[in-house]
Structure formats: C-alpha cells, structure tokens
C-alpha cells in the first residue's frame, strides 16, 4: 500500500508539471515607459515639449501641429517638484508625460501618444497593463506664468493587438482622482487559444479625451501619465483545469481499488 501511495505522488507531481494553472508573470518591453528619455525634445524650464522617444501621436482629429509643441496642443514631459502642479514627485523616475491643450482646443477631440512594442499577442496568456494616470491642478511655472488647470478633461488607456483595441480603461478613474496627484489604472486582457490578432504586434495608447462635460467654457486642461507596465503570463489552455481534475479523479479510484483488493488478500 505505501507504495501504491508513492506511485500516486509522483504520478500527481507529474500531472501539475504537465498541467501548470499559470506560469510567472514576464514584463513586455515597452519603450520610454517612464518618459525619461527627453531627446529631440524642446526643454523649457520643468517642461519639455515635443513627441516623447518611443512614442508616436495618436491625432484622429488632426488638432496637434508638427512634433506636439504647440500652440495649442502641447505633447511632452514635465518635472514635478512636489509643490506645483502635482503634490509630489513623479510616480516613476524624475518625469511624467504630457497631453496639454490650450482653450482653443478643448473640445476639438481626444489626442495622445501610442506605441507598437516589439512582442506579439500571444495564445493562453493573460496581459496586465499598469498606467499612472495624473489629474495636474493649477499651479505656477518656473517662469512665473500661472495655469489654470482645474478640471479633468477623461482619458483612455488601452491595449492593442495589429492596431485593433483588444482591452481598455475608459476613464474608470475620471471621477476618483484628486487635484494635484496620482492614480493606478490596472486592467487585464485573458487570451484563450484562439483570438483573431494572434501572432500581430502588441501596442499601447495613451489618450486625452479633451471631454468639455461639466467643466467651465474653455478652460485649458491636461492628462498625465507615467509608469507604463505591461506584463505577461501564461495561463491554462481552455479545458486544462478539468481535464487535470479528470485525470486526478481516475487516479484517486484506481489507488482506492488497489488498497481495497490488497486489504481482502490479507
């Protein structure tokens, strides 16, 4: 019996190395994801202004003039010191991103940054995407010019796979954020062993929704964002868990038959 008892365990160890529910989460590169990397940038005192490394613009309205640097829509990174603008220091590293738009064009349409990553979608694996997400307040720059920022304008987040959105934030934390501080928006995507965009490059787009509801005519408005995280880990093929149980189950009975024929051969 003690040995029927053994073969059951090793059979049992053998069964989850064969049959894992999940494997570790793998982070997926992404490019600048803290927004570090200023180069080709114009600097402007705690600002920089221009499309960030890495990053591409996602203008469906065709509001942002060249690289992003105004003059109304503004593209970039910015300082914070802890005392304007934001309550502290950037979330992740020294900057946070930047999609500024001045009065003239609130409302004209939501704009952004976006970027291809060099992985691909793929099958029975669950992708979580982490994203600091800033409402700026009012605040004085280095140069003295004060802006009125009060308001948040929304914003989206989202995962794509050969450019079609296959997971979003949709402005979950539009209401929640405070003046002058931080959020973490956190969503996951599970892929089974069949999706149309398998095997199609992964991407990521950072978007302010430049929304007018519920905030005074015009104002200038802002989004930020820093820390963008993407992991990826394997889980279970569809069926692998019951099939697992199954496969537990007949083992169970057939140790069970084998004491019980052992014990009247006694």
Aim: glycine share 12%; aromatic share 8%.
């Amino acid at each position: 019996m003690v040995s029927g008892l053994k073969r059951l365990s090793v059979l049992l160890a053998l069964c989850v190395a064969v049959w894992p529910i999940s494997g570790h989460a793998a982070p997926v590169t992404v490019v600048n994801a803290g927004f570090e990397d200023t180069s080709g940038q114009a600097v402007f005192n705690e600002f920089t202004f221009g499309t960030p490394t890495g990053w591409v613009q996602y203008d469906p309205n065709s509001i942002i003039v060249g690289s992003g640097n105004g003059p109304d829509v503004f593209l970039g990174t910015l300082e914070p010191n802890g005392t304007d603008f934001f309550n502290a220091t950037a979330p992740q590293g020294n900057k946070v991103a930047i999609m500024f738009n001045r009065g003239a064009s609130t409302g004209a349409g939501e704009f952004g940054l976006t970027q291809t990553l060099g992985d691909t979608l793929q099958a029975n694996t669950r992708y979580e995407l982490a994203v600091e997400v800033g409402n700026i307040a009012s605040g004085t720059a280095q140069n003295a010019e004060f802006f009125n920022l009060d308001g948040f304008p929304g914003y989206r987040i989202e995962l794509l796979a050969g450019g079609v959105v296959i997971g979003q934030d949709n402005n979950t934390l539009g209401g929640l954020i405070p003046e002058g501080e931080f959020l973490t928006s956190v969503f996951t995507v599970d892929v089974g062993a069949a999706h149309a965009q398998l095997g199609q490059s992964l991407g990521i787009r950072l978007v302010n929704l430049n929304q007018l509801t519920g905030l005074p005519s015009l104002p200038d408005l802002e989004v930020d964002f820093d820390d963008v995280h993407l992991d990826a880990t394997a889980i279970s093929a569809p069926g692998s868990v019951a099939l697992f149980s199954l496969v537990l189950g007949v083992l169970v009975i057939r140790q069970r038959q084998q004491s019980l024929c052992q014990w009247r051969n006694l």
